[in-house]
């Protein structure tokens, strides 16, 4: 089974560049989506119509917003988790299958002087309620933009950003505790080195030098670990300043 997260900054704007040739070569089992910018009325169902949509736009038009793709039938599918405070940005969509419960979640940016870095912080404890009560009940999978370098190998610059948004002590943290619940970041089991990035400045050509972050991620309970064949980063694909992350998974292991 192939899982592919993708902040596609605009699904609108994707679409017209490479956004149906990625989804036909890779042809993944679910997609999710972080930043779409659109609501389901407002993009044409151009994809295949064995995928199946689940929306979470947000009340603002233009912004934030998520969406799952999927060849498989949910058991159920909610929005947000539970707090109005968070709930009318788009940032979450869930989805319960037999085996797991999925989260496509767009984690919200604390801002370039960090005026929302305390929002960030609550943010990030209601969302590990969340994903703790859906994990008392069956293994979770979370993927999204995080908007977090976790440790300096996850970023070109360290040591001129660690008061900068996207890599606070705070925010890092936050991160930490999601992995003290019992999750996995994926690609760090299958790779310890750095230099691998997955968003990366418009400006500067930073993406042609490789000077980026790694803000996206698929987090996974412990018990799916014996599940994880492989995890990856697309970093050649382009359409966003963000590239495709994604697992596979052994449906056939216990």
């Excluded at 988790?81 to 496509?104: C, K, M, P």
């Excluded at 070109?156 to 619940?181: D, S, W, Y």
């Excluded at 418009?202 to 018990?223: C, E, H, Q």
Aim: proline letters at 4%.
């Amino acid at each position: 089974m192939k899982l592919i997260s993708w902040n596609v900054n605009g699904l609108r704007a994707c679409l017209k560049k490479n956004f149906l040739d990625y989804l036909k070569l890779e042809d993944p089992d679910i997609l999710c989506l972080q930043e779409t910018k659109a609501t389901e009325a407002d993009v044409q169902a151009v994809w295949p119509g064995h995928y199946r949509t689940f929306w979470n736009s947000a009340e603002k038009k233009g912004y934030s917003g998520t969406v799952i793709f999927t060849k498989h039938a949910p058991l159920k599918v909610t929005k947000g988790i539970g707090h109005a405070q968070h709930d009318n940005e788009g940032r979450v969509v869930t989805a319960e299958f037999a085996d797991f419960s999925l989260v496509n979640v767009y984690v919200p940016n604390s801002q370039r002087e960090l005026t929302r870095l305390p929002y960030r912080q609550h943010w990030d404890a209601d969302f590990l309620a969340h994903l703790n009560k859906l994990q008392s009940k069956k293994p979770v999978i979370v993927c999204g933009d995080m908007n977090v370098a976790h440790t300096e190998i996850d970023l070109t610059h360290p040591k001129t950003n660690v008061k900068n948004h996207g890599f606070t002590l705070e925010e890092r943290a936050g991160f930490n505790n999601f992995l003290k619940a019992g999750f996995i970041d994926t690609f760090r089991e299958f790779e310890k080195g750095g230099e691998h990035y997955t968003w990366w400045s418009p400006m500067g050509g930073a993406r042609g030098r490789n000077v980026g972050w790694r803000i996206d991620y698929f987090l996974v309970s412990k018990t799916l670990r014996p599940r994880l064949k492989r995890a990856f980063i697309h970093r050649d694909t382009m359409g966003s300043d963000h590239c495709p992350v994604g697992i596979e998974l052994d449906p056939k292991a216990s």
